[in-house]
């Protein structure tokens, strides 16, 4: 008998009930996920999947300290349960000590709904977004133009229980659309995306004509060498560096002299003025249309998650408060470890910017660059968080404040940490889809950033 006859809420306290060890969690995450995919103005395919993945954490005490056990499956049936268990505790017991142990949660009160089936996903979330979607197909075959792309919604319900009585439920919806319009020679391309908990936001008719606006930018080439110059980052871009940073932003490898965020001769740079401007750079899971887990959700453990956390409040948090570094990440044993407050990171990041549109700061760029999105994006220098990767779909140049045509691509080479102190001007936050991260990260706000001396290192052969 499969395991998906009974309920989630069952499973979680079954798998606790046959436990042996002296701690236990079980998290249980129903996913359900829709799709449509679209190429050359019509759709191409869709679906819809379901599935179920099952982790047992084991917690076995001993003279030494706890050790944990961690075993992960997917489509376990009934009768796969108890050995599931079983490999968790054997791997408890044939572990070391854990340095991250410490008691498990308690005293957190159940969520609701923790009895209730999972919240699902089906097609009738395009129920409203296909119907415009073929209508912009329409409008792009009469302009020229030829769209491809992808709408993908998951809904993730997660079942949090252990031994020590938590009973905790999340159901997290994450929507995201890339959509790419082409002009019928495939010599020019551009790129828009978007991040939505239901599609009702998602307006397919405003990208259509945003990328038609971007093909006819793109008519003008010109050839730029490699330098500094002033470029306007919009939200998609400063997302994608700014979620490095955060992951980057782990307080004990901050401690222990090994990141951007040490303090030179001992110590963290909390409290250091990062930025001029008065930036706020936040978590918070109540972030309307950004909203995440309020608890800890761990399922293996990591410099910045434990599992004994599993079940810890997540609470809103500054990481940088008006220019001024307030926080780093941290799991309870590493906050014992550096002194540090229990700040352990939420899935959603937001900048607080200003007050003017894109097309605002455009119009007050005398001579400058204006980029789409940016991928490849790799580590270059953990001391400095110096970052290299491409621009991607688009760079255009802005003169007199007006884009005049698209340029070649770059290589760039730059942290954010240091974007942040010489960025000039940041518009106004809107909810935006990381280009680079989207796979991973999916929940962020971002300004477009005004940075006037943006490192081009090199020319760039991509599209």
């Known amino acids: 008998m499969s395991a998906r006859n009974n309920k989630p809420h069952e499973i979680v306290e079954r798998a606790l009930a046959l436990s042996r060890a002296d701690g236990c969690l079980v998290i249980a995450d129903e996913t359900s996920t829709a799709n449509l995919r679209w190429a050359g103005n019509a759709l191409t395919t869709n679906g819809v999947t379901r599935g179920r993945s099952l982790t047992v954490i084991a917690t076995v005490d001993g003279q030494q300290g706890t050790a944990s056990g961690v075993v992960s499956r997917s489509a376990v049936t009934a009768d796969e349960l108890e050995p599931l268990v079983r490999a968790a ?12 142990a410490r008691p498990l949660v308690t005293d957190v009160a159940a969520a609701p709904g923790f009895t209730d089936a999972p919240a699902e996903t089906s097609s009738a979330v395009f129920a409203d977004f296909a119907p415009a979607l073929g209508d912009a197909f329409a409008r792009a075959r009469a302009g020229g133009r030829e769209l491809y792309g992808f709408a993908n919604h998951e809904m993730v319900s997660t079942y949090l229980g252990t031994s020590t009585g938590l009973r905790l439920r999340h159901d997290q919806p994450t929507g995201t659309l890339e959509l790419n319009a082409k002009s019928p020679d495939r010599t020019r391309s551009a790129w828009a995306g978007r991040s939505t908990r239901d599609f009702k936001d998602v307006d397919p008719a405003a990208l259509d004509a945003e990328l038609a606006g971007r093909l006819d930018w793109a008519k003008r080439r010109v050839e730029l060498p490699a330098g500094r110059y002033e470029t306007l980052l919009p939200p998609t871009a400063v997302a994608d560096l700014l979620i490095y940073q955060l992951w980057s932003a782990s307080g004990r490898d901050a401690a222990e002299g090994r990141t951007v965020f040490s303090r030179p ?6 409290g ?8 706020t750079l936040r978590s918070d899971p109540d972030e309307p249309g950004l909203e995440c887990a309020p608890f800890v959700i761990a399922h293996s453990s990591n410099g910045d998650r434990s599992v004994f956390d599993n079940g810890l409040a997540a609470p809103a948090t500054d990481w940088i408060e008006r220019g001024t570094l307030r926080n780093l990440t941290t799991t309870r044993h590493s906050a014992a470890l550096t002194g540090l407050p229990v700040t352990p990171a939420a899935d959603n990041l937001i900048l607080d910017g200003g007050d003017r549109s894109l097309d605002e700061m455009v119009a007050d760029t005398e001579h400058g660059l204006l980029l789409t999105c940016l991928w490849y994006i790799r580590e270059v220098d953990p001391a400095t968080l110096l970052l290299t990767g491409l621009t991607r779909d688009g ?16 290589r760039f080479n730059e942290s954010p940490v240091d974007l942040l102190r010489r960025t000039t001007e940041a518009g106004r936050t809107e909810k935006t889809l990381p280009r680079e991260w989207g796979d991973w990260f999916t929940r962020a706000a971002m300004p477009p950033l005004r940075v006037p001396d943006f490192n081009m ?4 052969q991509g599209v």
């Open 272 to 279: 250091e003025r990062l930025s001029e401007l008065p930036l």
């Open 395 to 410: 760079v255009y140049l802005v003169e007199g404040g007006e884009v005049t045509g698209q340029v070649n691509n770059f």
């Open 265 to 270: 001769g001992g110590g963290t740079r909390i």
């Open 89 to 100: 505790e054997a791997a408890a017991r044939g572990a070391g000590p854990a340095e991250d």
């Open 457 to 460: 290192s090199s020319v760039s």
